[in-house]
């Protein structure tokens, strides 16, 4: 769940992979497809981990991996990098991804991963909510009844008042909505390249979970140390894979595919914890999802409109 929202600017990490054949759109949708994989086996991994170790470990092995990649990546370009033109929103922004990681990742030591992924993929329409009340953009009654229906969707998961809602599930809903504060900011410091933003991002978060870190230490088995690894390497590569997919294709295009990510973590939440979400959970996810598509097409037609228009 600790996606990266796409930028522009200079020092974009670029994936090597076979696609060159690829048009730009497909190639886009491919290298995304990609980047979801590998969050969700991030999140996995983070589910893993979360059995045997304080959240806060995790959270800070999370991003002190991350942050280590990327210092050895930009090593040359470092301080240069490392300056942004608004450093007050950069760190803002920071501390919106630590709450987005924190409370996803203790969320998902209670609940089934599709279940999580479900609630936070309310994002998508939390975002155009967000990004008419803060930022200025349209928003007209069709959004607004798809913005009801996905959290239509989030009160068919957790059921409130059923008696089978567990409090952890409030952390995954949560944590959709410091992730969509995430998103917005994202869009506002646009100035700085976006390896400037992965990298505050990075070092915020290991500085913030570092504080914690005598609090909720414990000896790390040396079984478990390419655990760590793999998850903070997966959500590195993927952040570079999800900036690379949007700066190949459209948003348009690429916004459907999103959702692909309930399935894979449905696949995983099943192979490597034997959990399979129930009906209701499905229900809820077709709702978002339903609701997210829906948003995703009038902001299609809009913008096609006022191509049209030449606006």
């Known amino acids: 769940m600790t996606k990266t929202q796409p930028g522009a600017g200079s020092g974009k990490p670029r994936a090597v992979l076979p696609l060159a054949g690829l048009g ?8 995304l497809l990609l980047a979801v994989l590998l969050f969700t086996l991030m999140d996995a991994a983070a589910k893993t981990l979360g059995t045997r170790y304080h959240t806060g470990l995790v959270v800070w092995a999370r991003f002190a991996v ?31 991804q630590v709450a987005t990681v924190t409370l996803f990742f203790l969320s998902i030591r209670y609940i089934g991963l599709a279940e999580a992924a479900a609630l936070t993929d309310i994002n998508p329409v939390l975002i155009t909510l967000g990004a008419a009340l803060f930022l200025g ?46 998103a917005l900011l994202t869009r506002v410091v646009r100035a700085d390249s976006v390896a400037t933003s ?9 500085a913030l979970s570092s504080l914690a870190l005598p609090f909720v230490w414990q000896p790390v088995a040396a ?15 993927a952040q570079g894979l999800l900036i ?39 229900l809820g996810a077709v709702v978002i999802v339903a609701a997210g598509l829906y948003v995703w097409h009038r902001e299609a037609q809009q913008a096609r409109g006022r191509a049209g228009s030449g606006r």
């Open 24 to 31: 730009p759109q497909t190639k886009g949708i491919a290298l």
């Open 66 to 96: 991350n942050a280590a990649l990327l210092a050895l990546v930009f090593r040359a370009r470092l301080p240069v990098l490392a300056k942004s033109r608004q450093p007050g929103l950069q760190l803002l922004r920071g501390l919106t």
């Open 137 to 182: 953009e349209r928003f007209g009654v069709r959004r607004l009844a798809g913005i009801a229906v996905a959290f239509c969707g989030a009160m068919i998961i957790l059921r409130p008042g059923a008696g089978v809602m567990h409090p952890a599930a409030l952390l995954a809903l949560a944590a959709a909505f410091t992730y969509a504060a995430g």
């Open 198 to 206: 992965m990298l505050w991002s990075a070092f915020i978060g290991t």
């Open 223 to 237: 079984g478990d140390l390419w655990l760590f690894a793999a998850m903070g390497l997966l959500g590195t590569v």
């Open 244 to 282: 690379r997919a949007f700066t190949t294709a459209e948003a348009s295009a690429l916004a459907p595919f999103g959702y692909v990510g309930l399935v894979f973590s449905g696949i995983w939440g099943f192979a490597f914890f034997g959990q399979l979400p129930d009906r209701w959970s499905v």
